[in-house]
């Protein structure tokens, strides 16, 4: 009975041995799997926050670039008006210099007239 009992009780140990390697055999796929997942999942919140910049920089471009045309609008408009309101002081100082000049010939022809006919009235 004893060698059954020392039988029973190498089998034990063995079966032990075996279930201990198998629990560690598990555990360390289960240790590589949760491993790999945490990577991947690291990966994964990587690219999203990459992308999320990517979309945050783009959007941000974006409204920078219509603010800027919308502002470039803004002063090409102030500055065709500047423009169109020089244009027309010049334009109404040149018409009331001609205007000036032309009176100015009207007067002296108008004096030379009455020259020449008192001239020939003479």
């Known amino acids: 009975m004893n060698a ?28 590589e799997e949760l491993t790999n997942k945490m990577q991947r999942d690291r990966e994964r919140f990587n690219l999203s926050k990459e992308s999320e910049r990517k979309k945050m920089r783009d959007k941000l471009v974006e409204e920078s670039r219509k603010k800027l045309g919308d502002e470039l609008s803004k002063k090409e408009i102030a500055i065709k008006q500047q423009l169109r309101n020089e244009f027309e002081v010049k334009m109404k100082n040149r018409i009331q210099q001609h205007e000036d000049e032309l009176k100015k010939k009207k007067i002296d022809l108008e004096l030379e007239m009455q020259r020449k006919i008192k001239q020939v009235l003479r």
């Open 4 to 31: 059954l009992n020392k039988e029973k009780a190498e089998l034990a140990g063995v079966y032990k041995a075996s279930l201990r390697a198998h629990a560690e055999e598990e555990l360390e796929r289960q240790k």
